[in-house]
């Protein structure tokens, strides 16, 4: 599952998730938009936030999960 679709499909905000990893919002905001690429350590600590739920791969290639 993408990150977009998981804040959906969980009903939270995206500044929600930016404090958990310790990113800022614009930078999180951006990259959801844009479809720009995590860095690795950011999209380990989004598979963290979630559980699992959007592993490291989908963070880093949300497009491939499509």
């Known amino acids: ?3 977009k679709d998981w804040l959906e499909k969980n009903n939270l905000k ?12 614009g930078t999180l905001y951006r990259n ?7 860095r690795p350590e950011t999209c380990e600590k989004i598979e963290n936030f979630t559980k699992g739920e959007v592993d490291r791969v989908e963070a880093m290639w949300p497009e491939l999960s499509k």
């Open 1 to 3: 599952m993408i990150l």
């Open 14 to 25: 995206a500044y929600e998730i930016s404090k958990g990893i310790g990113i800022s919002q």
């Open 32 to 38: 959801l938009k844009s479809g720009k690429k995590f």
